[in-house]
């Protein structure tokens, strides 16, 4: 496509022609959809798309509204080149202005008089020629501002000149990776987010977070960005190198720049100023030539220590660089002053010649800021931290201490030091202090000191309006005092970096924290304008089959079948199945013929929602259906045969495969919809929009609604239950919702709000039935039918591992237990199970419970409940599962009979670990991660049969029915076994 960019986001609007919109994907790393505007088209476009194995990164939407369904400043290229159908859908040259990014662009076929109100919409000063289109460029604004060091400038101010940063609760982007130890760094310039970080240097779209490039990079290595440049240190080059921003190659060697730490590289006009192993210096950044340098300041990276090596000393972290003792070299400039600091000694240079002025002792565990002639740090009196931490500032002439500020209250490492305003603010209470004298001046409004503790968070950040808070997330208007507090993002442990305010948008970190459920991954928040939620009797679109399918009296409890995910609506993967063995592979199939480029894999990969390239299996009427997660689709074939029956399109990733219901099938879309088909052939009969209004987002790769339907239905006694959004305190919360499951029509919703500061907040999971109770979301009410709240969620869901009163504890027997998680993040299916604790190896672990039986999985019968744990399978009474298991140090104070159940009754190794499990009242069928399917006694543990399949079970991907096993593989699969 002419003139565009080298990746990111483009929407044809009105061009359903499948060749075109694959060519367009192939130019570079783009995302492609067309928005259409009747469902015919749709239709049409989505079989040529899927005929030529390109479905998912190019897409076919269908738009009946007036709104296009794209969040604001999210698409790089808009191209209108079918006039007359744009014509008839009645968007606005305004709308079409709204979605284009900054410096995006929007073609026009031909000359139109839509090109002249496309330029007064976009306020472009006028248009061009690129072949047959006319392209009008949307300036950026100038309120936004971009972020290029470490602190966002050479001073280390961490103050963002940028005024559209707002309140932020609303989803931009998310991208991997999701869990990171400490060590990102990051800049945005030039409409694009660059980062380092193990070894590479990534360029995203900073208003999509689309992959632009990735290269190799340097470990530990420090780097900067300017004018659409990078200057960085790869594989290869033993000095600095200048990357051109938009393709991530080398365009300029700077051979006296080698051996620079993370923390001492900046830009000071045309200059560089680098501090290296054998000296600090500045070279000119054009030219490349060197303007000075001072050998007398050697040494910087040799001292570098790995986070293992750290120790405790004196109240203080010591030998690591994510905590306060610094051991590497790190530089600021300020006007006409270098600040170079190294283990304990500060230097002060003039910036013109290199020439050193003074050099002292320094007591900080690191430079903070140096603007208006001083430079400030924080450090902590003899004692540690305990005893409160002090603020000084010192002259940058001389190096004398002008003022000290002592804070008495406990303080973390949160604190910081800014300089704004004329003033040297300290964010322990938001206060400004006047520079040389130390006299307060301001603060801001309604805030308390013990309400800025930023806890384990190092750097803030903050902009001419707005001070951000790490932990909760949140701003405080600096002016009017005004707070926005949640709790669905919270500021990286260790400060690297805190976070990045630019563009508009606020920009956080993966974390390697586990203190509450939270967004994970590279994330970018913006401050949109409000929309107007659809009104609910406008939300239900009927399709061609709408009132073909009678409603039916079901009752079976789903006894005999694996209609739903995970077997039944209690979730307990349980089914009174008959099974013959020893088990014989029947058929296998491998429905996902799409093929996708490389590019996409390592962001699909991060999404810990998509468990593989197939979700687990559901069977019932003789069908077995899948979804595709990356294709956006569900897929049915005939349970004896494999036969391929029919799929089904919808907007975007589909995470868990449907329910059967009669003779409908029922699922939910990560597009805001859920959707009800007839099972015999596919046939849309509704769907009904979940989401509040359709603002599109990127997560992972994919473009999905910024309020979808991401775990799936439950279906019971002719109604579908379902939660829409992904954390309460995000966009428009969490809504759950029950409809009628044939005619599509409203019966109640409910919003589930978050429980308070000092609990946690709903997060979606696979909605529960159990005897008349309703659990649709986690840390959430539970309902029943009638939607009224049987009970509020328990306060004591702080701590971790206490039983919650709903597990029964003598109130309730076993058959009456909502299922529930035992500890604080640990959920109940695949998309949101990785519990956030912290491990050996800092990486997510999957986490499920029963009661007081936990693992990696948990499934139950009437007698016994099995535990995956690792490459185990162990087998507990289930009276186990109503017992508060007290501390260690208390079981032995426990009634007899009551310790003697905590000991498994069998347990059983597989090789590699267990990846997914089922349950008769006979049978424990596991699938391994070596391969091995292997069928156990449900009583003794005894094994009967093992098979192996060629690929690795997909986590969860078991079924039974009909008298067959049911296994989805990471690898696209699905095998029948009988």
């Known amino acids: 496509m002419p003139g565009s960019p080298k990746g990111g986001v483009i929407v044809y609007l ?45 897409a076919a939407i269908h738009s009946s509204a007036k709104r296009l369904p794209y969040t604001d400043n999210f698409v790089n290229v808009v191209a209108i080149d079918d006039l007359a159908a744009f014509g008839k ?3 606005s040259a305004d709308e079409v202005a709204r979605i284009v990014t900054p410096n995006g662009a929007i073609l026009v076929a031909g000359d139109s008089a839509l090109a002249k109100l496309l330029v007064s919409a976009c306020g472009a000063t006028a248009t061009s020629k690129v072949g047959p289109w006319t392209r009008i460029v949307k300036p950026r604004p100038k309120e936004m501002d971009e972020w290029t060091h470490g602190r966002h400038d050479p001073e280390g101010t961490s103050i963002s000149q940028d005024k559209l940063v707002g309140y932020s609760g609303v989803l931009q982007w998310r991208q991997g990776p999701i869990w990171l130890w400490p060590g990102i760094s990051s800049r945005t310039i030039d409409g694009k987010n660059y980062y380092y970080v193990k070894g590479e240097i990534v360029c995203r779209d900073a208003f999509n977070g689309t992959l632009i490039w990735r290269i190799a990079g340097q470990e530990q290595k420090s780097f900067t960005a300017f004018e659409k440049k990078v200057y960085a240190f790869v594989p290869g080059a033993d000095n600095l190198v200048a990357l051109d921003g938009d393709t991530g190659k080398v365009v300029k060697h700077y051979k006296d720049i080698r051996g620079v730490c993370p923390l001492a590289l900046v830009h000071v006009g045309e200059n560089i100023v680098f501090a290296a192993d ?11 030539e060197l303007n000075w340098m001072n050998k007398n300041l050697k040494g910087s990276v040799s001292t570098y220590n790995k986070p293992d090596d750290r120790t405790w000393k004196n109240g203080r972290w010591a030998g690591w660089d994510g905590w306060v003792g610094n051991t590497k070299t790190e530089i600021l400039v300020s006007d006409k002053y270098v600040l170079r600091h190294l283990r304990g000694k500060l230097t002060c240079l003039n910036l013109a010649d290199g020439k050193e002025r003074w050099t002292q002792d320094f007591p900080g565990s690191g430079l903070r800021v140096a603007k208006y002639g001083v430079y400030a740090f924080k450090h902590f009196p003899a004692g540690g931290r305990k005893k409160g931490s002090i603020l000084e500032v010192r002259s940058l002439k001389d190096g004398k201490t002008l003022w000290k500020r002592e804070r008495k209250s406990r303080i973390g490492p949160g604190t910081d030091v800014h300089a704004f305003d004329g003033l040297i603010w300290d964010t322990t209470g938001i206060m400004g202090y006047d520079p040389q004298t130390g006299e307060f001046k301001k603060q801001a409004k309604g805030y308390g000191v013990q309400e800025a503790v930023l806890r384990c968070v190092m750097d803030s950040a903050a902009t001419v309006n707005f001070f951000f808070e790490g932990r909760p997330f949140g701003f405080i208007n600096i002016h009017t005092g005004e707070k926005y507090r949640k709790e669905f993002v919270r500021n990286v442990c260790g400060g690297s970096p805190g976070i990045l305010l630019g563009n508009g948008m606020i920009y956080c970190f993966p974390k390697l924290c586990g203190c509450f459920s939270m967004l994970r991954g590279y994330t970018g928040l913006a401050t949109p304008r409000p929309l107007g939620p659809i009104p609910d009797d406008q939300r239900l679109l ?4 709408y009132g073909t399918v009678n409603k039916e009296n079901l009752t079976d409890e789903y006894a005999a079948d694996w209609a739903t995910y995970l077997g039944n609506e209690q979730r307990s993967c349980l089914t009174n199945e008959e099974v013959n063995l020893p088990l014989k592979k029947f058929w296998e199939v491998t429905p996902e013929d799409q093929i996708f480029p490389e590019w996409t894999s390592r962001d699909w990969k991060s999404s810990y929602r998509v468990s593989g390239t197939i979700s687990a299996p559901t069977a019932s009427q003789g069908m077995v259906a899948v979804a595709l997660p990356e294709s956006h689709r569900i897929k049915v074939f005939e349970a004896g045969t494999g036969k391929d029956l029919w799929s089904f399109v919808s907007e975007s990733r589909v995470v868990l495969p449907p329910t059967f219901y009669g003779k409908i099938v029922l699922f939910g879309s990560e597009d805001g919809y859920v959707y009800c088909l007839r099972s015999k052939d596919g046939a849309l009969i509704w769907r009904y929009q979940a989401a509040p209004a359709q603002r599109r987002v990127s997560v992972f790769g994919q473009i999905e609604s910024h309020f979808p339907v ?11 239950y379902f939660t829409a959004g992904r954390h309460a305190d995000l966009n428009s919360g969490l809504t759950g919702y029950k409809l009628d499951a044939y005619t599509g029509r409203l019966s109640w919703k409910k919003m589930m709000k978050t429980i308070g500061r000092k609990s946690i907040s709903p997060v979606p999971e696979i909605p529960r039935y159990v005897k008349g109770d309703i659990r649709l979301a986690h840390h959430a009410q539970v309902f029943n ?30 058959d009456e237990v909502i299922m529930l998680t035992g500890n604080l993040n640990g959920l109940l299916d695949h998309t949101w199970s990785r519990s956030d604790r912290q491990g050996n190896n800092n990486i997510p672990g999957y986490s499920q419970s029963y009661g007081s039986v936990r693992g990696g999985q948990v499934v139950y019968n009437k007698t016994m409940a099995y535990a995956i744990t690792g490459a185990s399978v162990t087998a507990y009474d289930i009276r186990l599962a109503a017992i508060r298991i007290p501390h260690h140090k208390q079981i032995p104070k426990m009634p007899p009979e009551e310790r003697a ?18 349950v008769t009242n006979k049978i424990v069928v596991v699938a391994a991660k070596s391969g091995d399917v292997v069928v156990f006694d449900a009583n003794t543990g005894k094994e009967f049969s093992k098979v192996k399949i060629n690929g690795t079970p997909a986590r969860w991907g078991l079924a039974i029915s009909g008298g067959r096993i049911y296994v989805s593989t990471d690898e696209g699969a699905l095998i029948c076994f009988r």
């Open 542 to 545: 009927k399709g061609p089959a």
């Open 901 to 918: 159940l905590m000991n498994p009754k069998w347990s059983c190794s597989v090789a590699g670990g267990a990846r997914a499990m089922a």
């Open 89 to 91: 859908s009645g968007v």
């Open 278 to 288: 054998d000296g600090l210096g500045s070279v000119n950044r054009q030219t490349g």
């Open 785 to 814: 039918e009638r939607g009224e709240s049987l009970m509020a969620p328990d306060k004591s869901l702080k701590r971790r591992g206490k039983t919650l009163p709903e597990t029964g504890l003598g109130k309730k027997s076993h």
């Open 710 to 720: 991401t775990c799936g239905v439950l279906v019971k006694n002719g109604s579908v």
């Open 14 to 58: 009105g061009s359903a022609d499948a060749d075109t919109l694959i060519k367009t994907r192939d130019a570079g790393r783009f995302v492609v959809q067309s928005v259409l505007f009747d469902s015919a088209s749709v239709d049409k476009a989505r079989k040529a798309i899927l005929a030529r194995k390109a479905y998912g990164l190019v």
